[in-house]
């Protein structure tokens, strides 16, 4: 049972209310997860309520109380299941007026089920906002009909009322809710990375927070994978490289975190990716500082389990003794650089892989390096790929290699491993993340965004059709791009803008694409913090560029398409361009081009729920934003499946039906 209390509505009406009040106390007041002081008049308060009101509402309903949502980290007080709906309750008690914030809250409760409550996806969801004090205005009635609706108001005299409307607005109900099997099936969230890192940073396990769909089993496999060869590693006295390869939202990061959040011995998780770096400590220090801990002590502890490559590297290279690190997660191994970027950038001898492989192996004892690779991720100049490592490994036989097949097969020869596998090289399969989690909805996001990047339009649309549509929407209206967003970002989801580095005409439409990503205040400050905030990125004003959000993503991404990447008539692959001066150059070399389109790549993958894609409409006077290279863009898009936002607009908000006059049992 998940809640801390459930059974029927007239079970809790005939329940003793003090006992039940006693037994919410003994359970979670003494689990340390509410304050006692506070929670035991506002149970008292709440369950009165809810008795009184549950007395007159007609219909069969199931009541469960303090609902967990492992992904808010909180509690529903409330959830009402009957035969045609759910409603989702949060209470205020001595509470007034009704807050922004508060109804933001009963809101993501709502929506945090309709996502990941396996049960919930086809029935409406009613989140009621109950400030036991409030003045009552009047009531806005949406349609009740599919999904989560606006929040509904009530305070301590008309939540009876409220709730008798709801069931009696409420259509029946084609296939009827069982409330038992509501209550017995599995609510598994996908958090975004932060919440991950978070998550696992309070020692939860990865299998608390994998998957909603039936795919979970290969993010836990990887997982269960990794964590048994570091044991192998440690019992056997080897030095052992693990390669986790994945489509780009598959969870790596996750398991790379699990890894070193988990791990007995001293473990890092290691990146190239400043920004990463920046949010991933800021965020796991605020919530330390949230839940009672010193924030200057939290941030000791994440600057050891989150460091920056180059730190890590530079702090190790004029040692002799081992590093503290037994395990290390090496984050984005693919754009390990190679020996000759390493000596004119660095002064360094070697390659990256094969300056990492010796740090390691000053360990005497035993080590373990979790390679974890992107696929078309390469977004910078010097970046080797896989074929680096393959080459440091072969001249250090010492080492043992785990890792899928397909490092062995890469159609590009950089991404191949080894053209003969040695012989400390062993294959396994579990270490290939194939399916994305950070896509909610859709697993077709990823397959539909390979395919448009290759050019292939046939292919695209139809695994657009096959799935029924994809998360993509394109408009070629920056201000109804904004509005969009802020319709969909309900709850406590997150939007933000996004673009090419290269986009350097997009200031002519208001549009900088020169997001300070080596700037950890400005990073963090657009990840985490949230509007009024106009540093934050639903603030909907700065866009972030590949480099800021490479390995992080938002619920809603606008991607405000540049014409560094352009279609043109006749030509079956995309045109990749460079702003220099005045005018567009055309980059040679295969690697410049392959940058400039995983870049896209990289923006078309942040999203965890709808990418909005705007397409300027260029200027006939400016030779520089040709309208007819833009169009191509669009039309392109669209051939390939992407929905047209205007024609799905009327969605983007629940239908909402005012009343002129209250109604009487409102009032």
Partial sequence: ???????????????????????????????????????????QRQIALLCDALAELPGAWRVLLEYPLLRLRRRIDAVLVGESCVLVLEFKVGVAPFSALDRRQAEDYALDL????????????????????????????????????????????TLAGLLREIARRVPPARHRLDAVAWEAAPYRPVPTIVEAATMLYQRHGVADIASARADVGNLTHTTDAIRAAVAEARERGLHLILFVTGIPGAGKTLCGLNAVFGADDGAAFLTGNLPLVHVMREALARDARDHGRSIRLARQETESAIQPLMGFLRDNLARELPPHEHVIVFDEAQRAWDADYGRRKFDLPESEAALFLDIMHRHRDWSAIIALVGNGQEINTGEAGLVAWGEALSARPHWQVRAPPAVLTASDPRQRLFSVAPAGFRVDPVLHLDV???????????????????????????????????????????????????????????????????????RADGVSPNFPHLDDKAVASWFLDRWPDVRASDALELPATEFACQG????????????????????????????????????????????????????????RYETVIWVPTGDTEDITRKPEEFDAIAAFLLGCGAQTLATISADLVPAMVPEPEPHPMLL
Avoid at 2 to 19: K, N
Avoid at 484 to 503: D, I, P
């Fill in 436 to 506: 994305p989690v950070r896509s909610i909805r859709s697993a077709a996001g990823s397959p539909w965004v390979d395919a448009v990047l290759h050019g292939d339009s046939a292919l695209a649309a139809s695994i657009a059709s096959t799935a029924g549509g994809v998360p993509f929407l394109l408009t070629r209206s920056l201000t109804q791009m904004r509005a969009a967003l802020r319709s969909l970002a309900r709850g406590t989801r997150r939007a933000g803008l996004v673009c090419s580095a290269g986009a350097k005409r997009l």
């Fill in 114 to 157: 309709f996502d990941f409550h396996a049960e919930s996806r086809a029935h409406p969801i009613v989140p009621v906002l109950v400030a036991t004090g409030a003045a009552m205005g009047i009531t806005a009635w949406p349609l009740i009909w599919h999904g989560v609706t606006p929040v509904l108001d009530a305070n301590a005299a």
């Fill in 1 to 43: 049972m998940w809640a801390w209390w459930s059974g029927t509505a007239a079970e809790l009406v005939a329940a003793d209310r003090e006992g039940l009040v006693g037994l919410l106390s003994q359970r979670l007041v003494k689990a340390h997860m509410v304050n006692h002081a506070s929670q035991i008049p506002a149970w």
């Fill in 552 to 607: 992080l993503e938002l619920d809603l991404v606008g991607l405000c398409w540049g014409n560094d990447l352009i279609r043109r008539a006749g030509q079956a692959d995309w045109l990749v361009r460079s702003f220099v001066g005045t005018r567009w150059q055309e980059p040679r070399g295969e690697d410049n081009i392959a940058f400039q389109i995983n870049t896209y790549r990289v923006l078309l993958t942040r999203a």
